[in-house]
């Protein structure tokens, strides 16, 4: 066993970090900029994009109908307990490092990194999708006004390759067909220099776009009020549940996406003027203020289209959903739905400001204990910003943007959230008892069992009924993580080194990080729709699914025997460079 990776960082030690003047972030919020950046995080693409399908259903899911606003309920049950702990752990270990820090401080370091490691599922990979769909909406928006942008320069190559002409229509250089999508590119580097540039200035631009897109909910529900009676509302919502509890549940997890982002309010713990008092006020206000306008949006929206008429209009279109239904009640009056789609590209800019924001802070934390290397934890001397990581996360966001598509990035962020929730709450029961004399400015009620466990347990059932494709990239993800850790990250371990682990990465680890990274490469490319059954079918087919198959099961086999081997080894070369350090 790899010596001290489940050794816990003592909470005084992760405060003491606050005290380091070189790797300092400038204090300058208070409880209204958190509520308003929890609100910028948690009002986008899920309440914009999402509720079509979760009230209409698709292929692979029942639909909830009407009962979308109980669905809506329901998710916000379950994200509360997690935003409980969240808020007892903010006010407690008021660090850039969220679920992060929390981790090592209760279940230790290499718990903490494959958290932080999945963190860039929520964040960065999250953002990548984001940042695709608000350029297909900024698209549309133009649009509307007679701006027409090539579809070349607003489209992935994947994409392209499935709409007629596309490719042949696009430039070529040297025959190569030049496809990408500039407006993801665009946004997300204009993100990029707004974050760099300040956190007051970030938190007042996400102030106003915030305002922006309330007020765009506000109209939605006036506008669609005006054109049906709330009498005739009333009727389009029997049956209440079409589909049953399967429909109503399946819907609670799909707008689950809709309420990820309260917990990136942990993220500026550094950056806030009272993070005992204004980080608590923050989670839980965004939450049930976002909850509010959720519950009425779906009511609204359901009560506009009979769920029938729903199902038919959505099989058939990649519409918007909350324009479409204004132009199914009003189909003369386009500048409402207008401005309903400028509503939707202000809140998936605001989402991907704060979630921009959050990433870095993530990185700029597990540099500083070492896991990472120190490059990731400088801070800018003028704006007092961590300017590498959020230059860094801009990079990698916008690339992946400009050449991905969007499918199934949703899924992949649900379920590396779920599982920071899960720890989080698990998190807040290992700490009350393992440091019961703590001060905590704000607890979670009803004792360190109650609210916390029937937390974890929601996010466990909510992981277990997500498709099996995002249980595949999940785990290869991971596995790409612990290669990173076992090849860097602990030899350089700041707490490892404290405790006299051996400062330089053995030639037997550095075999174990290649083993569990030809892992990775296995399972990101084994057919993911298949059982385990129908991949031993296909390897004796001969067809090239069958060679991607046997390849992949090549990488995993090898990886496997390489990372245990390599561990081994690792760990016998490790304690003899100490023994003779």
Request: charged share 10%.
């Amino acid at each position: 066993m790899l010596k001290g990776i489940f050794r816990t960082k003592n909470l005084d030690d992760i405060l003491a970090a606050l005290g380091d003047k070189t790797h300092s972030l400038k204090r300058s919020l208070g409880p209204l900029n958190v509520t308003l950046l929890g609100i910028g995080a948690i009002i986008g693409a899920g309440i914009f994009a999402t509720v079509g399908t979760a009230a209409a259903g698709d292929a692979l899911r029942p639909g909830a109908g009407p009962s979308l606003m109980l669905s809506f309920g329901i998710t916000a049950v379950v994200c509360a307990f997690t935003a409980l702990c969240y808020a007892e752990m903010a006010a407690m270990v008021p660090i850039s490092g969220s679920a992060y820090t929390y981790s090592y401080a209760t279940l230790g370091e290499l718990v903490a990194w494959i958290i932080g490691w999945d963190l860039i599922l929520e964040y960065a990979i999250g953002n990548v999708a984001v940042a695709i769909s608000w350029a297909n909406y900024f698209r549309s928006f133009l649009g509307s006004l007679g701006i027409d942008i090539p579809q070349w320069l607003s489209t992935d190559f994947r994409t392209a390759r499935k709409i007629p002409g596309l490719i042949e229509s696009a430039p070529h250089i040297f025959g190569i067909p030049i496809v990408f999508n500039l407006l993801a590119l665009g946004i997300v580097a204009l993100i990029t220099i707004v974050l760099v540039w300040g956190i007051k200035e970030s938190a007042e631009f996400n102030a106003v776009m915030v305002g922006i897109k309330i007020l765009v909910l506000l109209f939605f529900i006036g506008v669609a009020l005006y054109f049906v009676s709330p009498s005739t509302m009333v009727k389009n919502w029997h049956p209440f549940q079409p589909t049953g509890w399967n429909g109503t549940l399946a819907g609670a997890a799909v707008v689950f996406f809709a309420y990820i982002g309260f917990d990136a309010v942990s993220t500026v713990a550094e950056e806030t003027k009272n993070p005992s008092r204004d980080l608590p006020i923050g989670i839980i206000a965004s939450l049930i203020i976002c909850t509010i306008f959720y519950v009425i949006v779906a009511a609204v929206f359901t009560g506009l289209i009979p769920y029938p008429e729903l199902v038919t209009r959505l099989s058939t279109e990649q519409a918007e959903p909350l324009t479409m239904a204004l132009d199914h009640v009003a189909p003369s009056a386009k500048w409402a739905s207008g401005i309903v789609a400028f509503g939707s590209v202000v809140a998936h800019t605001a989402v991907l400001l704060v979630f921009q924001l959050g990433q870095p802070r993530i990185f700029f934390s597990i540099a500083r204990d070492g896991l990472l290397p120190p490059v990731f934890a400088k801070v800018h001397p003028k704006f007092k910003t961590p300017h590498v990581t959020t230059i860094l996360t801009g990079v990698v966001v916008g690339t992946f943007a400009a050449v991905m598509s969007i499918d199934e990035m949703v899924d992949l962020t649900n379920i590396g959230t779920l599982f920071a929730f899960v720890l989080v709450c698990v998190g807040i029961t290992i700490l009350r008892y393992k440091d019961p004399n703590r001060h905590r400015p704000f607890k979670v009620p009803f004792g360190a069992w109650l609210l916390p466990m029937m937390g974890a347990v929601s996010f466990l059932f909510l992981m277990y009924y997500l498709p099996p494709t995002s249980w595949w990239r999940f785990i290869a993800w991971l596995m790409l993580g612990l290669s990173i850790y076992l090849s860097y990250g602990y030899a350089r371990s700041e707490l490892g080194r404290r405790h006299g682990r051996f400062p330089l990465t053995t030639p037997g680890l550095k075999v174990a990080g290649l083993g569990l990274l030809l892992v990775a490469i296995g399972l990101f490319a084994i057919p993911h729709d298949a059982g385990i059954g129908d991949l031993f079918g296909k390897m004796a087919s001969g067809m090239a699914e069958g060679k991607r198959t046997i390849f992949s099961f090549v990488c995993i086999v090898v990886g496997l025997v390489m990372g245990i081997g390599g561990s081994i080894v690792g760990t016998r070369q490790q304690s003899a460079d100490e023994k003779q350090s």
